[in-house]
């Protein structure tokens, strides 16, 4: 059995990448799941899918929690509608 | 570069900040635009993909939280308390929008275009990442090239935490559409990455 199946059973793939999103929220119901985990240890095309799709996520989440300094202008504007500099 | 000169040491912690709050001193409100700002700032940027609509959002957000701060419950952070406050304000600015055209003429299922393209690993292990200027301007330049009405769901979804069902309400649209718009914007992001990512790390 070859590990890897870009072609020969990409429709099979294709299913389970639906189903990778509904895996990584938690939300894959227990058999498919077990399906899954199994095929990920088979299929190196669908393990690196799920690998840098799980990056992905994370990648943004890191982004989100450091936010850049806020432009200049900005907060002075701020601070002044709310009244807390005299200009 | 100075802004106004305020001692942020006068709250050394967020229970100290909240006091002075409640208190309606003038220079706790101020601790907390300098503190929290960026955070709302940015967040309203990436939902809006406007810099005057955020900086409208970020105003109404602190003018609403200065105003009415004894309906802050310590249950939550400030912090997440704020976000509420700015996403509320932010969806609204989106209905008025009148985008239902390009959110609503998107086709509802997995493309062949969304389907993986490039299956090469990538070295990046974001648990240790270093979020340089390079590294960040990939991500965003992603982001900015998703259509709206997947950048939405994906901001909403998977970076607010809303349910799949608030985000349904919150845009208008089914919970199936929103779980397969996650999903392409997830997979359309990593496809985006690609490239970039798998070179990445091979020089570090
Ligand atoms: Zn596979």
Redesign the pocket.
């Known amino acids: 059995m070859s590990n890897?199946?870009t072609h020969d059973?990409f429709t099979?793939?294709q299913q389970?990448l639906g189903q990778l999103n509904e895996y990584a929220d938690g939300e894959l119901a227990i058999d498919l799941c077990h399906e899954l985990e199994l095929?990920?240890t088979?299929?190196t095309?669908?393990k690196i899918v799920f690998d840098t799709l799980t990056k992905t996520i994370k990648l943004y989440h890191l982004l989100d929690e450091n936010p850049e300094a806020i432009p200049a202008g900005v907060e002075e504007r701020l601070l002044r509608r709310l009244n807390l500099v005299s200009s | 570069m100075p802004g106004p000169t305020i001692d942020l040491q006068v709250y050394p912690n967020e229970a100290a900040l909240l006091e002075g709050l409640r208190a309606g001193e003038p220079d706790a409100c101020t601790c907390m635009v300098k503190r929290f700002a960026p955070l709302i700032y940015t967040k309203a940027l990436r939902m809006l993909g406007d810099a005057d609509e955020a900086e409208n959002i970020l105003q109404q957000t602190f003018i609403k939280a200065c105003d009415k701060f004894t309906s802050f419950e310590e249950r939550s952070g400030l912090g997440t308390w704020l976000y509420r406050i700015a996403t509320n304000e932010a969806l609204m600015q989106l209905r008025r929008r009148e985008y239902t055209d390009t959110i609503e003429t998107l086709d509802e299922a997995i493309q062949p275009a969304d389907l993986p393209q490039n299956l090469q690993a990538w070295p990046i292990d974001p648990a240790g990442a270093v979020l340089n200027d390079e590294l960040r301007s990939q991500l965003e330049q992603a982001l900015a090239a998703l259509p709206e009405s997947l950048r939405i769901v994906f901001r909403l979804r998977e970076l607010d935490g809303l349910s799949t069902e608030e985000a349904a309400a919150a845009l208008g649209l089914g919970e199936s559409a929103v779980k397969v718009r996650l999903h392409r914007a997830r997979l359309r992001l990593r496809e985006l990455l690609a490239d970039y990512m798998a070179g990445e790390g091979t020089n570090v």
């Open positions: 890897t199946h059973n099979r793939c389970l095929h990920l088979d299929c095309d669908c």
